[in-house]
C-alpha cells in the first residue's frame, strides 16, 4: 500500500468522498475549513490500494488526530501505521517547538472502531468530553434581548478580518487564531456572510460574535459555533442574544434544524445552550497519547528516515 501527501484537488476530492462514505457528518464540516490551510495539507498523509484510497490522517494546528479508513482497509497494520504516522509528526513538532505536547484526538462516544484503534495504541481517555446540541428551529420562542445600546451586525467582510481575529483571540484567551484560519472559515463552502455576527457596544467596540453557517451535504442543518464574548463584556445577555439571532437567521436561509458545540467543562455556553432549548445529541471523548521515548520504537518500526 503506497502513501503520499496531498498533491492535487482529485485527492482532497477522495478524501472528501471516504468521509461522507464513512457517515462522520461533523467531521465532513470541519473537514471542509482545515483543507482551505496549506498547513493543514502538509500535515495530512494518505493511504492509496492502487487508484483508491484507504483512509487518511491529519494532524491539526491544535495537536488534534483526524482519521478515516475505508471499511475495507480497517485493518491492524495500516491502523498502526496511521498512528506511529500522527506520533512521528507530533514528535517532530515537539523537537521543533521544545515541547512535550500530547497527540490528541477527539471521538464519537459511538464510534466503536476509532475509539479501539486509539485504545490499542495507547491513547489515555480524558475526564474532558465535546459536547454536540441540536435544537428544532420551527417554532423559536420571543427574541433574545440585548442590553441597551448594543447592536448586532454581520461582519463586514475580509477587509474586517484583522478585528475579527482579534475579538475572537480575546474572547477565549488564545493565541490559536489567525489570519489564514479566519479567511477559511469565511470561504468555506457552508459560510453564510449574513450570519458571521459581530455585537457591538454603545461605543462601537466589538464585544462577541456568533458564527453560523449550512451543512453543505444537508442543508437543512445548521450550526451556531463558535460563539464568543470577550470578558469585559459577559454576564450581559450578549451570548445568548448572538445565537439566538443567528438562529433566526439559519430559520430564514431554509435550516430546520441547528447543532451547537462546546466543551462539557464550558458551564456557561452549556447554560446558554439550555436556555434556549438545545437538547444534547452527542458526546464525543477526548483521548491523549504522550509522544516521547517510549514511542520511538514503534514509529521507527513503520518509518525509514525521510
Known sequence: MESTFIKADK???????????SGEQSMLVDFEEMLLLDSIRAACRLWWHGESL???ALVDGYNNLWFELDEAFRIQDLEKEVVA??????????????????????????????????????????????LSFRLGLADLGPE?????????????GEV?????????????????????????IMRAPGYVPALDLVALTPAGKMAGF???????????????DPIGVIPTERHKGLAPALVDRCLRGLKNEGAREARLGT????????????????????????????VGDALKSIINSFFEED
Request: with cysteine; proline share 1%.
Open 263 to 290: 466543551s462539557s467543562d464550558n458551564v456557561a455556553m452549556r447554560g446558554v445552550a439550555e436556555k434556549l432549548g438545545f437538547k444534547l445529541l452527542e458526546r464525543r471523548c477526548w483521548y491523549s497519547l504522550e
Open 160 to 184: 474586517e478580518v484583522d478585528d475579527l481575529v482579534s475579538l475572537h483571540r480575546q474572547a477565549f484567551g488564545t493565541e490559536h487564531m489567525d489570519r489564514d484560519q479566519r479567511l477559511a
Open 85 to 130: 504516522w500522527g506520533a512521528k509528526l507530533m514528535s517532530q513538532r515537539n523537537s521543533i517547538n521544545s515541547r512535550e505536547d500530547t497527540l490528541d484526538v477527539c471521538l464519537s462516544a459511538r464510534n466503536d472502531w476509532q475509539l479501539g484503534v486509539v485504545e490499542r495504541a495507547g491513547f489515555s481517555r480524558q475526564a474532558i468530553e465535546a
Open 210 to 224: 456568533c458564527i453560523g453557517s449550512l451543512d453543505t451535504q444537508k442543508s437543512e442543518i445548521g450550526y451556531t
Open 54 to 56: 484507504a483512509g487518511f
Open 11 to 21: 485527492d482532497i476530492a477522495a478524501m472528501r468522498t471516504l468521509l461522507q462514505k
Open 144 to 156: 433574545m434581548a440585548l442590553p441597551v445600546g448594543y447592536v448586532i451586525r454581520p461582519a463586514i
